[in-house]
Nanobody, 120 residues
């Protein structure tokens, strides 16, 4: 089970950090990812982290940083310089596989989603 938190309404240019805490077997969280879905659009990959590597979508590279604290079974997404186009529902996801999985189908476990709205 994944529990995401940290969303909200923010102005452009500010920072926000999302958290996603996993419960259950740690082997199910070898790779954890963040996805987002804007209104009327497909859910898209944002970032992922394995035990040793990270990977980002081009749209967030240099602005977002993913990290994990395995003592807390939690993955974070630090989002800086937020833009209106970052507005979406953000979902965390997990899989027992180890790899750079950017497709939603690769993740069997999903959090409930948290809304981020970037607007002035």
């Amino acid at each position: 089970q994944l529990q995401a938190s940290g969303g909200g309404l923010v102005q452009p240019g500010v920072s926000l950090r999302l958290s996603c805490t996993a419960s259950g077997r740690t082997s199910s969280t070898n790779t954890m990812g963040w996805f987002r879905q804007a209104p009327g659009k497909e859910r898209e990959f944002v970032s992922l982290i394995t035990w040793s590597s990270t990977y980002y979508a081009d749209s967030v590279k240099g602005r977002f940083t993913i990290s994990r604290d395995d003592t807390k079974n939690t993955v974070y997404l630090q989002m800086n310089s937020l833009k209106p186009e970052d507005t979406a529902v953000y979902y965390c996801a997990a899989t027992g596989g180890r790899g750079f999985y950017t497709a939603t189908q690769a993740y069997p476990y999903w959090g409930q989603g948290t809304q981020i709205t970037v607007s002035s």
